[in-house]
């Protein structure tokens, strides 16, 4: 399968010929992955986040949302749960929370890791490295970190001032670390057109990421994006599609933004290239509350019968929802000597983080 050239990038991204764009995502993720899709669980343990990203309702100026934060012995529980019902991989997710401190966080990936024989994903946001360090040390695998959009001025007025280059560093310096190490685009975001998209996807595919998460832009109504459009599904398919050409062996979600606009857009993204569905096991009281988009959990469901939905449909389609852990069968450069336990106190590692 040849690497698309610009001009095909062009031609497939403006839907020129969408037909053979996802007939070709759909033979490569085939070659790469067969017929497994792989399930991550996510337990997101907080929405109280520090930061104020114009675009997600968790931010810290929407006073509307009631903040939760899951107990240590919660979050296990709630792991529990995604081992016990066959799945791989559970992603720790929350708002930018500091109030977690880095020995908590690392406490409660040991006894993940004692318990259960599952990989472990963090989405933590803004973290030292330091501390990333020391949870790789505690057994935690994988590391989310989103870009949302390469182009930096923007980044930098929707994450009010955020430094884009800070959030490249970290994602590079939990390579060296050793992670798997995801991170992703919003499509449709305001201010962005057809170039910004294709810049995005040839930095991320600079980035050498062992997961790339695709979604459209879906406003949030407590924002100061409420009433912008939402993004293009389609066109954020078709990215997700010239992504998995790309890329052919990075991990890509099918996200559930897709499923926010458009019914049965997950199932959609997994003919189209994607490997990956992450369904929340987050308690049923708390779901709703991690209120990042409207729709971006559904609720009327228990999180197991919505687990297994999940899976029947994607049975449906002819792919197999995969117990494994799933992980990146990209060659990635991991310090294999790193010891995996903590050693001591969590900021022994600082000085490797550069
Ligand atoms: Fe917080 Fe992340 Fe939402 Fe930004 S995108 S407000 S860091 S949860």
Redesign the pocket.
Known sequence: MNTPSERDILHYIGGADDASLFQRADTVRRSVFGDEVYLRGIVEFSNV?N???QY?G??AHNRKLKRYRMTPDEIVSATDVVAREGLGTVVLQS??DFSYSARTIGDIISRIKDRHDIAVTLSL?DRGLDEYAYWRDCGADRALLKLETGHVKLYERL?CGESFQERLHRIEGLKRLGYEVGSGIIVGLPDTDILTTVRDMVLLSHLELDMIAIGPFVPSPATPLAFNPAGDVELSLRVSAIMRILCPQANIPATSALDALLPGGRQTGLLRGCNVVMPSLTPEHLRSDYA?YPGKNMTEHNAVLKLNTVKESIARMGLVPSQSKGSSPRRHYVDQSAPRRPSGDYACRTAQCG
């Open positions: 986040c930061k104020n990203c997600c968790l931010r708002g930018d946001g994450r990042i």
